[in-house]
């Protein structure tokens, strides 16, 4: 089976960056001149599939306007002669099929994932959380593609932690059956270090077969009283093949203030139109301040 259909979860409160999430989702919050979000819909779209549910939840209709058309706005862009700014506003409303649904109150990623159980419906799908940006040459959600259409199973994108951060990631337990690719046999959430099967955490990327819906209906509140999505990949592990995939790429954590800042800098420093000006400012302050 193709995966047609992906799943951005966009509900959480951002309470790591309030007070500047009290009244805006984190998701909003900029990377230059886009939103995290956008990164995170460009790399769906980019991968091929074109048909996107991201969860939302009170206070974030600011994203639901962002990938709308705005008609005051290319009006205005349009009367200035502002053609490039035009096309780019069209660019961001037309670029896929965007559904929209609420979860009702925080109940953790698993509950978030269960609310899309009727837009999924029987077959697998893609999820990505709404605030890890990969940078690769390759998407992070294709090159997870290539390998489900090899498998036809559950992928989940995994990276090596330092061990002492372990207990803020979904740690695998498997073994490489070949280069960048994990048999798992088990999932423990945000473990102590010395509990940890591995140093290989659970990124925010997977593709997940729709089996994952009967488990997550009967999965209890876990890790910070949450219905934690680890806990019902651990139920899928023992049913069925769940792959880990250490991706190629560069992942920031966007959703915590120095990943953030991280991100921001890094990506300026890419950009054609920023990155020589902005790396010899940086170049400058960091001589003044040695």
Same mark, same amino acid.
């Given at each position: 089976?193709? $995966?047609?259909?992906?799943?951005?979860?966009?509900?959480?409160?951002?309470?790591?960056?309030?007070?500047?999430?009290?009244? &805006?989702?984190?998701?909003?919050?900029?990377? *230059?001149?886009?939103?995290?979000? &956008?990164?995170?819909?460009?790399?769906? $779209?980019?991968?091929? *599939?074109?048909?996107? #549910?991201?969860?939302?939840?009170?206070?974030?209709?600011? !994203?639901? @306007?962002?990938?709308?058309?705005?008609?005051?706005?290319?009006?205005?862009?349009?009367?200035?002669?502002?053609?490039?700014?035009?096309?780019?506003?069209?660019?961001?409303? &037309?670029?896929?099929?965007?559904?929209?649904?609420?979860?009702?109150?925080?109940?953790?990623?698993?509950?978030?994932? #269960?609310?899309?159980?009727? /837009?999924?419906?029987?077959?697998?799908?893609?999820?990505?959380?709404?605030?890890?940006?990969?940078?690769?040459?390759?998407?992070?959600?294709?090159?997870?593609?290539? #390998?489900?259409?090899?498998?036809?199973?559950?992928?989940?994108?995994?990276?090596? %932690?330092?061990?002492?951060? %372990?207990?803020?990631?979904?740690?695998?337990?498997?073994?490489?059956?070949?280069?960048?690719?994990?048999?798992?046999?088990?999932? $423990?959430?945000?473990?102590?270090?010395?509990?940890?099967?591995?140093?290989?955490?659970?990124?925010?990327?997977? !593709?997940?077969?729709?089996? $994952?819906?009967?488990?997550?209906?009967?999965?209890?509140?876990?890790?910070?009283?949450?219905?934690?999505?680890?806990?019902?990949?651990? %139920?899928?592990?023992?049913?069925?093949?769940? /792959?880990?995939?250490?991706?190629?790429?560069?992942?920031?954590?966007?959703?915590?203030?120095?990943?953030?800042?991280?991100?921001?800098?890094?990506?300026?420093?890419?950009?054609? @139109?920023?990155?020589?000006?902005? !790396?010899?400012?940086?170049?400058?302050?960091?001589?003044?301040?040695?």
């Amino acid at each position: 089976m193709k $995966v047609k259909k992906a799943v951005i979860p966009a509900a959480g409160l951002g309470t790591r960056f309030l007070p500047a999430t009290k009244a &805006q989702p984190k998701e909003m919050l900029p990377l *230059i001149d886009r939103p995290i979000i &956008q990164y995170i819909v460009e790399e769906v $779209v980019e991968s091929g *599939i074109e048909d996107i #549910l991201i969860i939302t939840g009170r206070g974030k209709r600011a !994203i639901e @306007d962002h990938f709308d058309c705005s008609l005051e706005l290319e009006y205005f862009l349009r009367e200035k002669g502002k053609e490039e700014w035009l096309r780019e506003v069209r660019k961001i409303a &037309q670029m896929a099929n965007i559904h929209y649904v609420r979860q009702c109150e925080p109940r953790g990623l698993g509950h978030a994932v #269960l609310c899309a159980q009727s /837009f999924v419906g029987d077959e697998p799908f893609a999820v990505l959380l709404g605030d890890d940006i990969v940078m690769a040459e390759k998407p992070c959600l294709a090159q997870m593609l290539e #390998l489900f259409e090899e498998v036809q199973a559950t992928v989940v994108a995994v990276e090596r %932690v330092p061990l002492k951060e %372990v207990f803020r990631y979904g740690i695998i337990s498997g073994e490489e059956i070949r280069t960048r690719v994990f048999a798992v046999h088990d999932l $423990v959430e945000k473990p102590k270090p010395e509990d940890a099967p591995s140093r290989w955490g659970v990124t925010g990327r997977y !593709i997940i077969t729709p089996r $994952v819906f009967s488990a997550l209906a009967t999965t209890r509140p876990g890790a910070g009283g949450e219905i934690q999505l680890t806990d019902a990949l651990k %139920v899928l592990a023992k049913e069925e093949k769940v /792959f880990g995939y250490a991706f190629y790429g560069k992942r920031y954590d966007a959703g915590d203030k120095l990943g953030y800042l991280k991100a921001t800098v890094e990506l300026a420093m890419e950009r054609e @139109d920023l990155g020589p000006a902005f !790396i010899e400012y940086l170049q400058t302050l960091l001589s003044e301040r040695i």
